[in-house]
């Protein structure tokens, strides 16, 4: 009797986390264990941090199934006031208040947001037998998402903030939003880029157009849509120069890297070198040049990736993000699986979030993405993030032990 709980634990979940959680540390160990001023403790500190976060995944897993969907408002309203409580008592960092001291523990509430913000909206959808075609639900569902994702802004800090903005189209699809609704969300993004370009925003402008002339709706909404983005072309250089100087510089750097080798583009200059270096096979372990003479920034966070690149190849790369993709697909099987509505939309916004910085940080490290300061799930160094992570695998592997509940 003693041994049945433990059938309840998704074994594929554990041999997927085990295995990212030795990368992360491993990589950790590499880049910091040289380091003057305590850098190489950095190493310990994550190995304590993932200790306990591998004991609370698992505890997750055995938490009453109930209880997730009762305790998400809780959890949702505590996170908004860590939020608030930034800005009164928030730390800084690289010049943004994003953390708060309590007990001697430094916490980021950004992280928990995350996942609080998830299941506020799938207990809401869930709870209350939402119909997100409706406009009351839909306005419930968007304001439960941008309230932290607009106090996030305000610390700021940008890159996270874009986590709520990829969760939002998601979430909506999967509450079952009808398809011309979404269109109309993310067209305006498209908008956006493209204003930079006369020609590609007239492009746009056509296809925009005849999407809205064969949707069938009624004139007058058409009309608005097309005004309203006609208005965001025309108003993008005001938002543009709204953006914080080295906001504006990490976008340029994105476009252009070899504009300024010596600033902003040395990141990511050093961390394609980095990688490339690696070869096939890698360096060796411990034996990075770019790594071990501490030419990559933020090497054990951000830039994590690129010691992996480097010392362990494109031969490791691909074990790793073949994990990656692993994790990301038997979480979608969950979701299609389960058969409780909460758990599913759960599930798919935990997904969306771990696949978010899965493509933002590795796609920075190679220059197709903006640096935006998102760590790689298991293995980037952080505690806040990485406690959350495994939150977030506890909570998977609760649904997936109770599959079958409605």
């Not at 949702?76 to 930034?86: D, E, F, K, Q, T």
């Given at each position: 009797?003693?041994?049945?709980?433990?059938?309840?634990?998704?074994?594929?979940?554990?041999?997927?986390?085990?295995?990212?959680?030795?990368?992360g540390?491993?990589a950790?160990?590499?880049?910091?264990h040289?380091?003057?001023?305590?850098?190489?403790g950095?190493?310990?500190?994550?190995?304590?941090?993932?200790?306990a976060?591998f004991?609370?995944?698992l505890?997750?897993?055995?938490?009453?199934?109930r209880?997730?969907?009762?305790?998400?408002?809780v959890?949702?309203?505590v996170?908004?006031?860590?939020?608030?409580?930034?800005?009164?008592?928030?730390?800084?960092?690289y010049g943004?208040?994003?953390?708060?001291?309590i007990?001697?523990?430094?916490?980021?509430?950004a992280?928990?947001?995350?996942i609080?913000?998830?299941?506020a909206?799938?207990a809401?959808?869930?709870?209350?037998?939402?119909?997100?075609?409706?406009?009351?639900?839909?306005?419930?569902?968007?304001?439960?998402?941008?309230l932290p994702?607009?106090l996030?802004?305000k610390?700021?800090?940008?890159?996270?903030?874009?986590?709520?903005?990829?969760?939002?189209?998601?979430l909506?699809?999967?509450?079952g939003?009808?398809?011309?609704?979404?269109?109309?969300?993310?067209?305006?993004?498209?908008?956006?880029?493209?204003?930079?370009n006369?020609y590609?925003?007239l492009?746009?402008m056509?296809?925009?157009?005849?999407?809205?002339?064969?949707?069938?709706?009624?004139?007058?909404?058409?009309?608005?849509?097309?005004?309203?983005?006609?208005?965001?072309?025309?108003l993008?250089?005001?938002?543009?120069?709204?953006?914080?100087?080295?906001?504006?510089?990490?976008?340029l750097t994105?476009?252009?890297?070899?504009?300024?080798?010596?600033?902003?583009?040395y990141?990511?200059i050093?961390?394609?070198?980095?990688?490339?270096?690696?070869?096939?096979?890698?360096?060796g372990?411990l034996?990075?040049?770019?790594?071990?003479?501490?030419?990559?920034p933020?090497?054990?966070?951000?830039?994590?990736?690129?010691?992996?690149?480097?010392?362990?190849?494109?031969?490791?790369?691909?074990i790793?993000?073949?994990l990656?993709?692993?994790l990301?697909?038997?979480?979608?099987?969950?979701?299609?699986?389960?058969?409780?509505?909460?758990a599913?939309?759960?599930?798919?916004?935990?997904?969306?979030?771990?696949?978010?910085?899965?493509?933002?940080?590795?796609?920075m490290t190679?220059?197709?993405?903006?640096?935006?300061?998102?760590?790689?799930?298991?293995?980037?160094?952080?505690?806040?993030?990485?406690?959350?992570t495994?939150?977030?695998?506890?909570?998977?592997m609760?649904?997936s032990a109770?599959?079958?509940?409605q």
């Amino acid at each position: 009797m003693l041994i049945t709980p433990f059938k309840k634990i998704d074994w594929v979940l554990v041999f997927i986390t085990t295995a990212l959680l030795t990368v992360g540390l491993l990589a950790i160990y590499s880049a910091t264990h040289t380091a003057q001023g305590g850098g190489s403790g950095n190493f310990s500190r994550q190995l304590t941090i993932a200790i306990a976060g591998f004991i609370l995944m698992l505890g997750m897993t055995f938490f009453p199934f109930r209880w997730l969907q009762r305790l998400a408002f809780v959890l949702y309203g505590v996170s908004i006031l860590l939020l608030l409580l930034v800005f009164f008592i928030g730390s800084k960092g690289y010049g943004a208040e994003r953390w708060i001291i309590i007990g001697g523990i430094k916490l980021q509430p950004a992280e928990l947001a995350k996942i609080a913000t998830i299941m506020a909206v799938a207990a809401y959808v869930a709870e209350y037998d939402v119909n997100i075609n409706r406009f009351k639900h839909f306005i419930v569902v968007s304001f439960l998402v941008f309230l932290p994702m607009l106090l996030i802004v305000k610390q700021p800090d940008l890159g996270t903030s874009l986590v709520f903005l990829a969760l939002f189209i998601p979430l909506l699809f999967w509450a079952g939003l009808n398809w011309f609704a979404l269109f109309i969300i993310i067209a305006p993004t498209i908008t956006l880029i493209v204003s930079f370009n006369f020609y590609a925003f007239l492009v746009w402008m056509l296809i925009l157009s005849a999407i809205l002339f064969f949707s069938g709706r009624k004139a007058v909404i058409l009309l608005t849509i097309f005004i309203f983005h006609i208005a965001v072309g025309l108003l993008t250089p005001k938002m543009w120069n709204q953006l914080r100087p080295y906001q504006q510089k990490r976008l340029l750097t994105f476009a252009n890297p070899e504009s300024d080798p010596r600033g902003a583009g040395y990141q990511i200059i050093q961390s394609k070198v980095a990688i490339g270096s690696g070869g096939f096979w890698g360096k060796g372990y411990l034996n990075g040049s770019q790594t071990q003479l501490k030419f990559l920034p933020a090497q054990h966070t951000d830039f994590i990736f690129s010691v992996i690149g480097e010392e362990w190849g494109f031969a490791g790369v691909l074990i790793i993000m073949g994990l990656f993709l692993l994790l990301l697909l038997y979480l979608l099987h969950l979701a299609v699986q389960v058969r409780s509505s909460f758990a599913s939309l759960t599930l798919v916004g935990i997904t969306t979030v771990l696949f978010f910085h899965i493509f933002v940080n590795i796609g920075m490290t190679v220059g197709l993405a903006p640096v935006t300061g998102l760590p790689l799930p298991f293995i980037s160094y952080g505690g806040s993030f990485l406690v959350v992570t495994l939150m977030m695998i506890g909570i998977a592997m609760n649904f997936s032990a109770n599959r079958y509940q409605q």
